[in-house]
Nanobody, 116 residues
Framework: HVQLVESGGGLVQPGGSLTLPCVASGTTFSDMSMAWFRQGSETERQWVAGISTYDIPSYATSVKGRFTISRDNAKNTIYLQMNNLKPEDTAVYYC??????????WGQGTQVTVSS
């Protein structure tokens, strides 16, 4: 039973930083491609960043240069380091993992609010 658990969300002022970890269990984590998505109150869920099993990152244009995705296979964890946060980054952030069978697994989400 694959489980993904996000944490680290909260309220931060514009220009601030947050790091979101996502811990996986019940799977061979190193075989899992991982990604972060987000969903605002009035938007559909959008892809933010991804990291492959070969540790290759990719980013949405809106976050490139501000966000960094990384993985630590020894800790079964991925991270989303978010710098220079903007009000439009306010959303529930979800991590997603996909194994070679193609079945997606989602966490429950963590709320990030960027406001002064």
């Amino acid at each position: 039973h694959v489980q993904l658990v996000e944490s680290g969300g909260g309220l931060v002022q514009p220009g601030g930083s947050l790091t979101l970890p996502c811990v996986a269990s019940g799977t061979t984590f190193s075989d899992m491609s991982m990604a972060w998505f987000r969903q605002g109150s009035e938007t559909e869920r959008q892809w933010v960043a991804g990291i492959s099993t070969y540790d290759i990152p990719s980013y949405a244009t809106s976050v490139k240069g501000r966000f960094t995705i990384s993985r630590d296979n020894a800790k079964n964890t991925i991270y989303l380091q978010m710098n220079n946060l903007k009000p439009e980054d306010t959303a529930v952030y979800y991590c997603k993992g996909v194994l070679t069978d193609g079945v997606p697994h989602w966490g429950q989400g963590t709320q990030v609010t960027v406001s002064s």
